[in-house]
């Protein structure tokens, strides 16, 4: 049963920081992108930033480049998104999702529909 959990939400004043955990359990769990996604009512879903299991090679959205920091730690099959200096325009739904890599190889994505599994989603509020 593949299932993805988020933790780690909660409320910060601008400039704070968050770590949010998604635990993986999908198999083969090294042969997956795990990306985090965003989302604020009413508008699109965004992606973040990714990783890839089998080799750590990771992807960022350009908005949160040198603030956001997305790590895995393979034994406890958890996908991190370390977030710093926050700021009020990145308070939305935060959401793991998984995608099985192609045979291609691995190819970094944030369109939400290459995505086969979700989370329940965290939520963030960064106060100002």
């Known amino acids: 049963q593949v299932q993805l959990v988020e933790s780690g939400g909660g409320s910060v004043q601008a400039g704070g920081s968050l770590r949010l955990s998604c635990a993986v359990s999908?198999?083969?769990?090294?042969?997956?992108?795990i990306t985090w996604f965003r989302q604020v009512l009413g508008k699109e879903r965004e992606g973040v930033a990714g990783?890839?299991?089998?080799?750590?090679?990771?992807y960022y959205v350009d908005s949160v480049k040198g603030r956001f920091t997305i790590s895995q730690d393979n034994a406890k099959r958890t996908v991190y998104l370390q977030m710093n200096s926050l700021k009020p325009e990145d308070t939305a739904m935060y959401y793991c999702?998984?995608?099985?890599?192609?045979?291609?190889?691995?190819?970094?994505?944030?369109?939400?529909?290459?995505?086969?599994?979700w989370g329940q989603g965290t939520q963030v509020i960064v106060s100002s």
């Open positions: 990783i890839f299991t089998g080799g750590s090679i990771t």
């Open positions: 999702a998984a995608s099985l890599v192609s045979r291609d190889g691995p190819r970094a994505s944030f369109d939400p529909v290459d995505y086969n599994y």
């Open positions: 999908i198999y083969p769990y090294n042969n997956h992108a």
